[in-house]
């Protein structure tokens, strides 16, 4: 990045935490030099959160269930609310099982500290809205093309991934066209009865 931009990244955020949107942004000195929108418009992360590229052994995960292997397990909290109200947006919140007693220490020093801010919830609720933590991933029919598209393209990932992608983005324009009039009917009646 530094020859190609001429710039040195001084720091980096994935996803954008002002918009928590999936975008790449690289800082210089003199701040914000580049900031690229990534998720469905890039191949990989097409792959990634679609769950169309992982390795075979994702579909098939022993550690994708309630018992965790690890002192902590963090991740995106999904879920947050399903169990108890919650007083804050679920954006900008990461969820932080504690799975041992090392993991409760170490958590309870970050906390001390000041270094985090804890708030608990339910247990059962990131479990209810994540479902890795209940199971391991679920082959999409996307999944089931890219294994005959990345044969068919001799292991190159770009050409394997391409056809995909646009055959999604297709559909999730369809998607947003059909249920556009359910939005507006929700917005009309959310604005009216308040």
Not at 146 to 169: P, T
């Amino acid at each position: 990045m530094k020859k190609k931009k001429a710039h040195r990244v001084l720091r980096h955020t994935f996803p954008a935490h002002d918009t928590c949107k999936f975008t790449l942004t690289l800082y210089d000195i003199r701040g914000k030099f580049y900031a690229k929108r990534t998720k469905d418009g890039d191949t990989y992360q097409f792959g990634y959160h679609r769950a169309v590229s992982y390795r075979e052994n994702c579909y098939h995960c022993r550690f994708a269930c309630a018992e965790r292997q690890g002192d902590i397990t963090i991740a995106d909290y999904h879920g947050l609310g399903l169990c108890a109200p919650a007083s804050f947006s679920s954006r900008k919140v990461s969820l932080v099982l504690i799975n041992t007693g090392k993991g409760k220490a170490f958590v309870e020093e970050l906390v001390s500290g000041g270094r985090v801010h804890v708030e608990p919830r339910p247990l059962e609720e990131p479990f209810k809205g994540e479902p890795q933590l209940r199971h391991p991933s679920v082959k999409s029919k996307y999944r089931m093309a890219f294994e005959k598209e990345i044969v068919r393209h001799g292991g190159d990932f770009e050409q394997a991934i391409k056809r995909l992608q646009r055959k999604y983005m297709a559909q999730m324009r369809i998607v947003g066209v059909v249920s556009l009039p359910k939005k507006i009917l929700r917005k009309v009646k959310k604005t009216i009865i308040g």
